[in-house]
């Protein structure tokens, strides 16, 4: 079975930027949709996006888009998410996830990595 290692987390201050990475151990990953939540504070996990491996289509959700950017690297296997102008509000732990379709709710998505802390400081 696949599995999806995240990392690229940290603290960082108020409008910086992150690009977390989220590599699979298996080539054959490429079949998947790979999907991007988060989960704050006190709050339920939401999606952030996805990106559909063959194609590089993207999806994002309302709240994140123009700051966040899914992209992927086929040779090494990995998939990125580069977050930009971060507020303390972003701060959460950021998992990425691998399914058969494109999809926005936990459900459609099968495998997940552990996920890596993101802290934003004011």
């Known amino acids: 079975q696949v599995q999806l290692v995240e990392s690229g987390g940290g603290l960082v201050q108020a409008g910086g930027s992150l690009r977390l990475s989220c590599a699979a151990s298996?080539?054959?990953?490429?079949?998947?949709?790979m999907g991007w939540f988060r989960q704050g504070p006190g709050k339920e996990r939401e999606f952030v996006g996805f990106?559909?491996?063959?194609?590089?289509?993207?999806g994002y959700a309302d709240s994140v888009r123009g700051r966040f950017t899914i992209s992927r690297d086929n040779a090494k296997k990995t998939v990125y998410l580069q977050i930009n102008s971060l507020t303390p509000e972003d701060t959460a732990v950021y998992y990425c996830?691998?399914?058969?379709?494109?999809?926005?709710?936990?459900?459609?998505?099968?495998?997940w990595g552990q996920g890596t802390q993101v802290t934003v400081s004011s």
């Open positions: 990106i559909r491996w063959v194609s590089g289509i993207t």
């Open positions: 996830a691998a399914g058969g379709i494109a999809g926005i709710r936990e459900d459609q998505y099968d495998i």
């Open positions: 298996e080539s054959t990953f490429s079949t998947y949709c």
